[in-house]
């Protein structure tokens, strides 16, 4: 494609992205599918600026508003190729010729606002920090709350892409020889710092199609979000509950833990995912897992299975803020419930799970947000209503779970891309009481 061709398809997509109700990456995924004309150079060149404009959008909006012009698709990638880019404002203004697949020409206001542009970079003094750090304004007090002095130098660890990083299934492989067989195979990988099991990737292969990640040897997971499945401390021969299972991939971390022995039922709202989730635990060699749909936090299986489990994940819907550096569009759009919705529904799960945990259990908390309110918060709040259960702090947690000793001497673990360089994990676990005596009226009827 020529350079006109590709800010063209840019702007089309930024405008898609826009309108289309629901995440960024489905709707990039969607459109090369349905262009499959477009050469695999290209459309990481367009995916790549897609998600730069993304990453930048407070800031190039900024720029935009100081010019009193519409923030338009057209005048999104002006902005990204001239501020943001360094571009020589005339060339970029050339690619707006009308010629084959390339822009039609600039109106009057685009001309302007080139003219204007010209010689501006991205970041200036007069920028708001939030805008800096492309914070949005619903988010920017209990960041704010939450990270104090370092809010800053966090959120500006929230823009940049995150890495690739692997689990390396230990059901069908070891961290050494899965590493040695991609490096052999021309994919660089290191081990992370703190997972046992993880490997970084260095730039963006197509792990997929490696066979390691065909035959379930490896999985895609960040590494945050392995040690929230690994603190769940799920051993052989436990009874364990995945509540929000999701897509499965703590799920599948806590199943290798447990060397196939014992049960974990995962159970979701969501059956579809569910059933989807089966195809990776048949690939992993994962037979320990069940898979159950439930209504939600009242359904009556809970009831009937209270207090039989040793340990239970709660990884609870959340805003996700800690996912930023992969979803950059979430800051700025509200695709599912909002806050308000979340901090209450984060809570009633919170204590329907605690009935399923049995005397000397464990029940663990877990978020990809890195907002107060719903992390240490409502773990506070927790305890307060649910006296029977105290906290395992992670100094004791840590060496009996992961090993070694653990990032910080906090009672929760609390991971930030800046100190950690994972995306943002919160993670807490709480043991109920030994002396509590199990409810003659619970089965294990399914």
Request: charged content about 25%.
């Given at each position: 494609?020529?350079?006109?061709?590709?800010?063209?398809?840019?702007?089309?997509?930024?405008?898609l992205?826009g309108a289309?109700?629901?995440?960024?990456?489905?709707?990039?995924?969607?459109?090369?599918?349905?262009?499959?004309?477009?050469?695999?150079?290209?459309?990481?060149d367009?995916?790549?600026?897609?998600?730069?404009?993304?990453?930048?959008?407070?800031r190039?909006?900024?720029?935009?508003?100081?010019?009193?012009?519409?923030?338009?698709?057209?005048?999104?990638?002006?902005?990204?190729?001239?501020?943001?880019?360094?571009?020589?404002a005339?060339?970029?203004?050339?690619?707006?010729?009308?010629?084959?697949?390339?822009?039609?020409?600039?109106?009057?206001?685009?001309?302007?606002?080139?003219?204007?542009?010209?010689?501006?970079?991205?970041?200036?003094?007069?920028?708001?920090?939030?805008?800096?750090?492309?914070?949005?304004?619903?988010?920017?007090?209990?960041?704010?709350?939450?990270?104090g002095?370092?809010?800053?130098?966090?959120?500006?660890?929230?823009?940049?892409?995150?890495?690739?990083?692997?689990r390396?299934?230990?059901?069908?492989?070891?961290?050494?020889?899965?590493?040695?067989?991609?490096?052999a195979?021309?994919?660089?990988?290191?081990?992370?710092?703190?997972?046992?099991?993880?490997?970084?990737?260095?730039?963006?292969?197509?792990i997929?199609?490696?066979?390691?990640?065909?035959?379930?040897a490896?999985?895609?997971?960040?590494?945050?979000?392995?040690?929230?499945?690994?603190?769940?401390?799920?051993?052989?021969g436990?009874?364990?509950?995945?509540?929000?299972?999701?897509?499965?991939?703590?799920?599948?971390?806590?199943?290798?833990s447990?060397?196939?022995?014992?049960?974990?039922?995962?159970?979701?709202?969501?059956?579809?995912?569910?059933?989807r989730?089966?195809?990776?635990?048949?690939?992993?060699?994962?037979?320990n897992?069940?898979?159950?749909?439930?209504?939600?936090?009242?359904?009556?299986w809970?009831?009937?299975?209270?207090?039989?489990?040793?340990?239970?994940?709660?990884?609870?819907?959340?805003?996700?803020?800690?996912?930023?550096?992969?979803?950059p569009?979430?800051?700025?759009?509200?695709l599912g419930?909002?806050?308000?919705?979340?901090?209450?529904?984060?809570?009633?799960?919170?204590?329907?799970?605690a009935?399923?945990?049995?005397?000397?259990?464990?029940?663990?908390?877990?978020?990809?947000?890195?907002?107060?309110?719903?992390?240490?918060?409502?773990?506070?709040?927790?305890?307060?209503?649910?006296?029977?259960?105290r906290?395992?702090?992670?100094s004791?947690?840590?060496?009996?779970?992961?090993?070694?000793?653990?990032?910080?001497?906090?009672?929760?673990?609390?991971?930030?891309?800046?100190?950690?360089?994972?995306?943002?994990?919160?993670t807490?676990?709480?043991?109920?009481?030994?002396?509590?005596?199990?409810?003659?009226?619970?089965?294990?009827?399914?």
């Open positions: 494609m020529t350079p006109g061709a590709r800010l063209q398809t840019t702007i089309e997509l930024l405008d992205v289309e109700p629901r995440p960024a990456d489905a709707t990039v995924s969607q459109f090369f599918r349905n262009r499959r004309f477009i050469g695999a150079k290209d459309r990481a367009i995916a790549q600026a897609v998600y730069r404009a993304l990453r930048r959008r407070a190039l909006g900024w720029w935009l508003g100081r010019y009193e012009h519409p923030a338009t698709a057209r005048a999104v990638a002006i902005a990204d190729q001239i501020a943001g880019e360094g571009r020589d005339d060339a970029v203004a050339g690619l707006f010729n009308g010629g084959k697949f390339a822009p039609m020409p600039l109106d009057d206001g685009e001309r302007k606002l080139v003219r204007q542009l010209a010689g501006h970079t991205l970041d200036h003094p007069d920028m708001p920090d939030a805008v800096r750090v492309e914070v949005p304004a619903w988010a920017e007090p209990s960041l704010r709350a939450t990270l002095s370092r809010f800053a130098v966090e959120a500006a660890a929230l823009i940049p892409a995150a890495s690739i990083d692997l390396v299934n230990a059901l069908k492989t070891t961290r050494e020889a899965a590493s040695k067989q991609l490096i195979d021309g994919i660089q990988v290191s081990p992370t710092p703190l997972s046992p099991f993880g490997l970084r990737v260095v730039g963006r292969p197509s997929m199609a490696h066979p390691l990640y065909r035959d379930g490896i999985e895609i997971q960040d590494e945050g979000s392995q040690l929230v499945a690994l603190l769940v401390g799920a051993q052989p436990h009874q364990v509950v995945d509540l929000c299972a999701g897509a499965g991939g703590k799920t599948l971390a806590m199943a290798a447990m060397e196939n022995k014992g049960r974990v039922i995962a159970t979701d709202v969501l059956d579809g995912r569910l059933q989730a089966k195809l990776r635990f048949r690939r992993a060699g994962a037979h897992i069940e898979t159950r749909a439930i209504t939600g936090e009242t359904d009556p809970i009831k009937r299975h209270k207090q039989r489990f040793d340990r239970v994940l709660v990884d609870a819907p959340c805003t996700g803020t800690g996912t930023w550096r992969r979803n569009d979430m800051r700025w759009r509200q419930p909002g806050l308000e919705t979340l901090v209450p529904l984060q809570a009633r799960l919170l204590d329907s799970a009935r399923l945990v049995k005397p000397g259990g464990r029940l663990a908390y877990a978020t990809c947000s890195m907002l107060i309110d719903e992390n240490a918060a409502q773990i506070e709040g927790f305890l307060a209503r649910n006296p029977g259960f906290v395992v702090p992670l004791e947690l840590w060496p009996a779970t992961v090993g070694g000793t653990p990032p910080r001497n906090e009672p929760y673990l609390s991971l930030t891309p800046a100190q950690d360089d994972t995306d943002g994990f919160f807490a676990v709480v043991e109920r009481n030994p002396a509590v005596t199990v409810d003659e009226a619970a089965t294990s009827d399914d």
